[in-house]
């Protein structure tokens, strides 16, 4: 499963933030690079791709309009992996210029565990397993 992402117009941005986090490789086409500029802002994003060793996050900026039929945030991607050091870095970074609605902290089911909403209004769960 790969999570495809919307934004309003920062949706290279925000790609660009993830990589700076994740890594990988990130590829982006904008609505002038496929001729849809008449339809779409020509700086806006069309489809992006980022491509890590684990995972591949997709994303594009929203057609016009679309963003007035999201309603808030319901869905969080998460994150789960027994390397602490790793994961609890990814939250920090994911967490600044967001907020964070549930601290890192051990839970009942035995995982460590965080909640929070990055700069571009993207939740994410973190679970840091033991190992």
Not at 76 to 93: H, N, P, Q, V
Request: glycine share 12%; aromatic share 12%; charged share 15%.
């Amino acid at each position: 499963m790969n999570p495809y992402l919307n934004f309003a117009a920062d949706a290279r941005e925000a790609m660009e933030f993830y990589q700076s986090i994740f890594g990988g490789e990130l590829s982006v086409v904008s609505f002038s690079d496929a001729q849809m500029d008449e339809e779409m802002p020509s700086s806006g994003t069309m489809h992006a791709m980022l491509t890590t060793p684990d995972f591949v996050f997709l994303a594009s900026d929203a057609m016009l309009g679309a963003e007035e039929t999201w309603g808030g945030t319901r869905n969080y991607i998460s994150l789960g992996s027994t390397d602490k050091e790793l994961l609890t870095g990814w939250f920090e970074k994911l967490s600044e210029g967001g907020n964070v609605g549930v601290p890192l902290a051990p839970q009942q089911w035995g995982a460590v565990f965080g909640l929070g909403m990055d700069r571009y209004g993207i939740g994410w769960m973190v679970n840091i397993y033991q190992g």
